[in-house]
Every structure is written in C-alpha cells, then in structure tokens.
C-alpha cells in the first residue's frame, strides 16, 4: 500500500521561508516521479514543482520559478519543497504526488498522478 505524508506546513510572515516534506511508503521511491501541488479554497489544484526519476530534472511553475526548490533524497523516500520569499497568494494546501509512468507531457496535470498525500496547509500571512 502506497503512503504519501507531507509534513512542514504553518504560519509564515510575507518574504519568509518554509520547507516542506514528503515521506513515500510502499513503493520503489527511486523510480518515481514525484511532485508538488497546490490547492486554495474555491480553486482548481495547481501544479507547483516536480522532480523526474530519471536524471532528477526539475520542473516548476512559473509562479514559483526562482523562489522555491524541489529536491529528492532517494536513499530516505523524502520529497521536500524549500520555499524562500513566500507570498499571501503562496498561501494553500501543499500536496506530493507520486507516479511510475508519467510522459513529459503530463508532468503538470494532477490526474496524471496516482499516488497523493494528505496535504499540508502553508498559510502566508502577516
């Protein structure tokens, strides 16, 4: 059975830092690939970071390009995501997300994943 647990989440003030964790179970972590979402009260999920199985490519939304850091420990099955300069509208329930198939293409669509956590509130406020 598959886990997924996100951990890190809280209360930061505008232009503070955060880092969040996911800890995988039940699956061969290395082959996966693994992502963040996001997800705000009356919105659609949104696609934050990912970082490929193979290569460790990374891939981020434009909205966080240059602030935020997706990076894997293979040898823990932890995922993290380390925030710098979060915003107001940072503010959102952080999903991870896991899945062994993925094509390039689809890296950014959360029905694409198989696998999810529970999710972790950030709130960015002052």
């Known amino acids: 059975q598959v886990q997924l647990v996100e951990s890190g989440g809280g209360l930061v003030q505008p232009g503070g830092s955060m880092r969040l964790s996911c800890t995988a179970a039940?699956?061969?972590?290395?082959?996966?690939?693994v992502a963040w979402f996001r997800q705000a009260p009356g919105k659609e999920r949104e696609f934050v970071a990912a970082i490929r199985s193979s290569g460790g490519h990374t891939h981020y939304s434009p909205s966080v390009a240059g602030r935020f850091t997706v990076a894997r420990d293979n040898a823990k099955n932890a995922l993290y995501l380390h925030m710098d300069n979060l915003r107001v509208e940072d503010s959102s329930v952080y999903y991870c997300?896991?899945?062994?198939?993925?094509?390039?293409?689809?890296?950014?669509?959360?029905?694409?994943?198989?696998?999810w956590g529970q999710g972790t509130q950030v709130t960015v406020s002052a």
């Open positions: 997300a896991a899945d062994a198939h993925l094509i390039l293409s689809s890296l950014r669509t959360a029905s694409a994943y198989d696998f």
């Open positions: 039940g699956l061969t972590f290395s082959r996966y690939t």
